[in-house]
């Protein structure tokens, strides 16, 4: 079996604001979580390289992928200039509706700034990977079809439109998903749909359900270096994985109240 960390970041910054603090990585132990990995062998690889490695049983020596959620425009101050520095591919999630200059295409309440579609198509040119993270950032698996079509589709819509480049990966907003959503997510022209779980993917795993490791402040050299070597990861994300185990099941109960409500 083949196992491969797939990290996901969010916000890379020294001063983040409250609502994004949790999950903003300083700076510095951004530049020393990648030079760790560039020092130890591993292999970067964009979210749709390592499907497409998956799929021709082609993957290399000690794999990872780094991913962005969401877009925040200290992607490219931050984070691009340390990948660039270290020739690492990343894949960025992009929810086209929080784009800056995304007009009258906004959609959804953006956390902080957000990348621009000349930053996107900037970092795309450098080899950066540009992948859907839906329109509006809602949790999809509360929306009704028409809704989570319109959700999945206009926001690959815009992002080849804007990036020039297909998109064929996705990312789940909050992680989240259901067999209904993943099922859209192919409809949509898809081929692999990331979440979150706190697991170290595997070749077995779904292409429409990779699970990634978070990466946020609170995460510290020590748990970063066992989580990418696969040392101990459920107990590293202990509470994490309790947490969203319990939640899921809060998420099925509402949306089935939902349903139940709609057909009365």
Do not use: C
Not at 66 to 95: E, Q, W
């Amino acid at each position: 079996m083949i196992r491969v960390p797939i990290l996901m970041y969010h916000s890379v910054t020294d001063r983040p604001n409250p609502e994004t603090a949790p999950l903003a990585v300083r700076i510095g132990d951004f530049t020393d979580q990648l030079s760790y990995l560039k020092e130890t062998g591993f292999t970067p690889m964009t979210a749709s390289d390592l499907v497409a490695a998956f799929n021709k049983n082609q993957v290399p020596a000690k794999p990872v992928v780094v991913t962005f959620d969401d877009g925040y425009a200290d992607f490219h101050s931050n984070a691009l200039p340390v990948l660039d520095r270290l020739s690492f591919p990343a894949t960025v999630f992009l929810t086209s509706g929080w784009v800056s200059d995304a007009g009258k295409d906004a959609a959804g309440e953006p956390l902080d700034e957000m990348l621009t579609w000349s930053q996107a198509r900037e970092a795309a040119a450098t080899g950066i990977e540009i992948g859907g993270h839906s329109h509006s950032h809602p949790q999809l698996d509360q929306l009704p079809d028409a809704e989570l079509r319109q959700e999945l589709r206009k926001n690959k819509a815009l992002l080849e439109d804007n990036i020039g480049r297909p998109v064929a990966t996705m990312a789940y907003p909050y992680g989240y998903s259901s067999a209904r959503v993943r099922r859209e997510v192919y409809k949509a022209g898809y081929f692999a749909g990331y979440a979150v779980a706190n697991a170290i993917a595997a070749d077995k795993h779904d292409m429409l359900a990779i699970p990634r490791l978070t990466v946020a402040r609170h995460t510290s050299m020590s748990m970063f270096t066992r989580a990418v070597e696969g040392n101990a990861v459920p107990l590293i994300y202990l509470r994490e994985r309790i947490l969203t185990k319990g939640y899921a099941i809060v998420r099925r109960t509402r949306y089935g109240m939902r349903r139940a409500m709609r057909n009365v």
